[in-house]
DNA sequence: GTGAAAGCGCTAACAG
DNA sequence: CTGTTAGCGCTTTCAC
């Protein structure tokens, strides 16, 4: 069956805690011997039995990506997708392992909540930001298990997140259609029970108090980040007939573009559009759409790297990192108008 | 620090092994006992140590979903969400973890392959099928890993797999479009060293060849399953006059779309198209694409719960499961017209 | 039915 | 520099 560690000593003339010692870097080993026993390593092909060393270090080297119930619906976008190129990207790099844990129920959650923290499967989490509330994040603290959170959480005290600037990101968008000359600009927020949603209509409403000054209420309107919603959302904003619109996702904003075709109304000339993610989607569609990049990937990779920084290097101050987005402009925002 | 089964059988009054044998429901302990040790399980909130366990049974409990360098691509599309939330479902209904392994270069190839098969941190794996002659599935049997193929494998022999029915998909979606009168129809191909490529290519064939008898080596173009070599194969298909369109995949088909858009030409009655996957968008561009939905996460739990079953039971001979399709008809294949 | 003891493969003192 | 020894927390014989 598989080699152990005391086979390879006898392979190579040694003991077994030279061999340990060589695997692990550690000094106090002749350089000639250190390469006989790497050479029987690399002949044999062994590789150190995992669950006996992590009884013994009290480490795994495996990192948990946990995602709530709560955000199940991202991931019908390709945002997921992107996030765990990220992370499993700087996993790779550092030696780490992801585990998945998608959480499709609340029993389900229940039953692997405890599992997760206690069972020592796992160094650390990433916790997709989960909504305002969410037990999930007390949990973790609770059982000392180090984790950053992909998204600001409500109560930033004592936590590391990482998150793209959603405040500047749609407050650039909206200053962008205002400076356009749209006056009449709605938006179809996310859900306002996540700090996602709120940071981004507060975006909106900072852009449009510094410029315009007035706010109508009936031009804000919940959306849910997928494509049903928003399509509802700008069926619901269409009677106040708005100059423009800003979806907090490019999902709903392709809702929002399906549900102004089927009013026979165009985009840009009668409604203008902005979205914010930049989804590959949004450069293809018709017309293309003027968005918010924000470096998902990146985010992902960042996320991996600061809860690897805190598992090899011990606990540091909790980090808060925005990372900053782009306003890519297409047509969708009647820019080639010329206003 | 975290509890012990020794801390536990204190609490309880019983010994170690008697708590070992309540929490793996083994009999021969008297029922008033069992009661007692459950309740202090309960009451602390123990949970045993994975890698204790896992030491001495020779089972850790995780799987691993192995996403090799050469599907990467698709990584971009909806479809890894969708399998992913397959797996993990049947993973959390059968308590496995889900481990997740994406290869971004030859180097991570490398070096995580001998880790993640010789490590023993895995039971067993699942693998999205790669490119036809990727060493991984030699690599996997040669280490003895139990794992199962999302995607036919192009020597099956000895494999358990899980795959749509890619050949009779195209076949139907082809088929459409000769019955509504179509004659000249071309194909967007998926990559031809891949099965799932191949497999649609010859759907194709097999309708043209049954109902018309003819074959034109100019409408058929290689793609890459990405939008813009969805794009770039419309634009070499426009010169040869296709009437009709099939692209192997949705995300293709976009591509496809915003060709014949750029090029004013109107979809259906100019070009009519069908796609192959049936992604949340299908239902929502313009004008709504016809496709061929194939039940992705039912792929994924499918795959899981032959894999575990594997695991539970013992190997049992190789399973090859298809996986049924369904055409869905929109409008971008012109059925309105009536032909 | 229950407990005592051995040992899974590794790391980490501690001797030498 | 290197080897010996003692566990890490659990399951699993084997006695009783």
Redesign the interface.
Same mark, same amino acid.
């Given at each position: 069956m598989?080699l152990t560690l005391e086979q390879i000593a006898k392979l190579a003339g040694v003991s077994r805690s030279t061999v340990s010692r060589v695997i692990n870097d550690q000094p106090n080993v002749r350089q000639e011997v250190r390469e006989r026993v790497w050479r029987v390593i690399r002949e044999t092909?062994?590789?150190?039995?995992?669950?006996?060393r992590?009884?013994v270090t009290r480490r795994?080297g %495996?990192i948990g990506?946990v995602i709530p119930r709560a955000v #199940?619906s991202l991931?019908?976008?390709?945002f997921?997708?992107q996030l765990? #190129?990220g992370i499993? #990207?700087a996993c790779?790099t550092h030696d780490y392992?992801?585990?998945?844990? %998608?959480?499709?129920t609340k029993e389900?959650e229940q039953?692997?909540y405890?599992?997760v923290m206690?069972?020592?499967?796992l160094d650390g989490a990433i916790v997709a930001a989960s909504e305002i509330g969410d037990p999930l994040v007390r949990h973790l603290i609770e059982n000392r298990l180090p984790f950053v959170l992909v998204g600001r959480p409500d109560d930033p005290t004592g936590i590391s997140f990482v998150q793209p600037d959603n405040v500047i990101g749609a407050y650039t968008a909206v200053s962008h259609l205002l400076r356009l000359g749209y006056r009449r600009i709605g938006t179809i927020t996310g859900p306002l029970n996540t700090t996602v949603g709120l940071d981004r209509r507060q975006g909106y409403l900072d852009a449009l108090r510094e410029r315009h000054g007035v706010i109508d209420e009936n031009l804000i309107v919940e959306g849910d980040f997928t494509?049903a919603g928003g399509?509802a959302a700008m069926l619901r904003l269409l009677p106040h007939r708005p100059e423009a619109v800003f979806a907090a996702s490019d999902i709903m904003a392709?809702?929002a573009l399906?549900a102004l075709?089927e009013a026979g109304l165009s985009v840009p000339d009668d409604v203008a559009v902005v979205g914010f993610d930049d989804l590959?989607?949004a450069a293809?569609?018709?017309p293309p759409l003027t968005t918010v990049r924000q470096p998902i990937r990146r985010t992902g990779t960042q996320a991996a790297e600061v809860l690897i920084d805190i598992l090899n290097n011990g606990p540091t101050p909790p980090r808060h990192i925005t990372l900053s987005v782009e306003l890519v402009i297409r047509s969708s925002c009647g820019v080639e108008r010329k206003r």
């Open positions: 598989s092909g062994y590789q150190p039995n995992l669950a006996a992590s009884l795994t %495996v990506l #199940q991931f019908a976008d390709p997921f997708p765990i #190129q499993t #990207q790779n392992m992801l585990a998945l844990f %998608v959480l499709h389900e039953k692997l405890p599992r206690r069972a020592r499967l494509e399509h392709f809702g399906r075709r590959p989607a293809s569609c018709d």
